[in-house]
């Protein structure tokens, strides 16, 4: 059986309600809460909770409670007992490992996936990978993201994750500084695991995904599985501003319009992520500013102004944090997270029909 | 019928000895000449050979009769009357278009592409466009290379291209300093091009595809064929030399190993590119010590003795530049020009077939 039936097994073993490939939203800090999760799954893929980092993290037990009790009416067909049909995302560096740990031991239900990136090191990604399978009796799957080849091999090895997110050059919010995009990511990362004998690790590809498309080329490159963010920002359901929204279905031309950079984290105050992060955004007035030399404090006043304006931050004149991919051109318009994960499954069925 | 079934047949009717989808080698500049170029079209792709720019002209008719007297006792299959199943690139910004015309018009057959790229605007590029049609009574099919949504739609717009070709970021080489991978820019320009009712005219992928995965997702992603250029580094035709070709074989974690800067060209002289372009290659110590602010100055006799060792330019400790896209890991050994045609088509089309 070629690797791809197996990994396609794997992952419906282990989310039967779900329909192959995988679609998933991926964890975006403070942004994909348990509206958008539920809807996801409820429409056939797997939807993450954005549990974050730092203080974040003291809302997280009641974000699985409320979702447990969302889904207690209309449970998920084929849900494993004792399972929650949602996954969880942490950003390790800044994230309380214990308190993750204990939420999870507590909830009735645990989560189908946790999601673990940006570790300060392997050390931690390891307690981390046990921690949080010892809470969970087992029943939250590990999925790992990484950025690199080697860093995929590594993690593989070291905490035998159950899937290995990999992410490309062109995904929204944080990644790596220097990466490839997935076309050449994954299948180098898919023939380096194969060569070490990790290849049964199912592989879902991140990074300019948003349609039908990306999703049957992300197969076609050797993954099991998508993780979409920047398409999401344009549900309804994502906890984001209307400017923010308004600016993800303006931007065109996504490698020109968005860029990897710090400035946005400096100017929101963002601090703590490794040096070898950075994140992709809109570009707006705030990165024009900054690249034409205007020093930093008159950019975060102008910037901490812009604030104040609410949906007015962003927009022409806007000067507020964009995350978003490359794949932002593609996105049109406004659509329920759920219509989103049913157009893109059957899009990509018929992408994959055609060829 | 779907658009990518008449793309399809637009391609076959143009080069009917290639198999669908089309697989082309890259014209680049010293490196693809006749051999190469040939070796491709005989294994049922497109070879191009890279014409360059300034000076590399004077060749220009003496590669293009070499090339028609290789092929004159084995002609391919289908080929159309006066055509030589053979394209041409030229990097217009320096190349002299009279020249060119010249060429074309006293061959006894015409190139059967001209890929044009990185002209200094769009009117060099239309005259480019008109000046190769009516050199070539129309044999020769004008592909433009662009590497942005927008860039697609005003030169299809300006210039009627008989092909589009889409580059990403990942591609090795000369590329625009901003922009997005095929992931995206591949689907979002053939959106933008099909709203603006241009969607008739063929796309051909390239950057970071080097295997028949990645032309399946190329495919998936709208294309009608794929370029690869790194690939072809590791053919014995490619005419560059064993350091360079072995350091495409060691290269490994593309995304990390490779880099897009302009250090290369400023160490080896190479100059006049417009500013929006830099060129992606494979990091060494020339790279390394600028990094660290060596001198130019210093970094420029540092490469200067080291262009003087051979292969031993390249290597653990060499500063040689080493264009190479981020797919430069998955290329593993050397394989006949010919052969990585072959395999590539059959891969890909059985990555379809699992599909």
Same mark, same amino acid.
């Given at each position: 059986m070629a690797a791809s039936s197996i990994h396609a097994e794997t992952l419906q073993s282990h989310y039967p309600w779900t329909t192959a490939p995988l679609v998933s939203s991926a964890p975006m800090?403070? !942004?994909?809460?348990d509206p958008l999760a539920i809807a996801v799954s409820q429409a056939g893929g797997l939807g993450f909770l954005g549990a974050g980092s730092g203080t974040d993290l003291d809302r997280f037990e009641s974000l699985l409670k409320s979702t447990a009790d969302a889904l207690a009416t209309s449970p998920l067909p084929?849900?494993?007992? *004792?399972?929650?049909?949602i996954g969880v995302g942490f950003i390790? $560096? *800044?994230?309380?490992l214990a308190t993750a740990m204990q939420a999870i031991r507590e909830a009735p239900l645990k989560p189908a996936a946790v999601w673990l990136f940006a570790p300060k090191d392997t050390d931690e990604l390891m307690a981390w990978t046990q921690g949080i399978r010892d809470a969970s009796d087992g029943k939250s799957k590990i999925w790992i993201q990484v950025g690199t080849v080697a860093d995929a091999v590594q993690v593989a090895k070291a905490c035998k994750p159950d899937v290995l997110v990999i992410q490309g050059? /062109?995904?929204?919010?944080?990644?790596?500084?220097r990466s490839s995009s997935i076309i050449s990511l994954l299948p180098e990362t898919a023939d380096a695991l194969a060569a070490e004998g990790l290849g049964h690790i199912p592989l879902v590809a991140a990074g300019g995904i948003v349609d039908g498309r990306g999703v049957a080329a992300a197969s076609a490159l050797g993954a099991s599985g998508a993780a979409m963010g920047t398409r999401f920002?344009?549900?309804?359901?994502?906890? !984001?501003s209307e400017g923010y929204r308004n600016d993800v279905i303006r931007a065109k031309d996504g490698g020109v319009s968005t860029i990897r950079t710090n400035v946005y984290d400096r100017l929101r105050g963002?601090?703590? $992520?490794? /040096?070898h992060y950075n994140a992709r955004g809109v570009l707006n007035h705030s990165f024009w500013d900054h690249e034409k030399g205007m020093p930093h404090e008159e950019n975060k006043r102008l910037y901490e102004e812009a604030s104040k304006?609410? /949906?007015?931050?962003?927009?022409?004149q806007g000067r507020m944090t964009t995350y978003a991919g490359t794949?932002?051109?593609?996105i049109t318009k406004t659509m329920p997270a759920g219509d989103i994960v049913r157009e893109v499954l059957r899009d990509a069925a018929q992408t994959l029909a055609r060829l």
């Open positions: 800090r403070l !942004i994909t809460t084929g849900t494993p007992p *004792g399972v929650l049909p390790c $560096w *800044g994230a309380d050059a /062109d995904a929204g919010g944080h990644g790596l500084v920002l344009a549900s309804p359901e994502a906890a !984001i963002t601090e703590g $992520w490794p /040096d304006l609410g /949906d007015a931050g962003w927009g022409d794949g932002v051109g593609l």
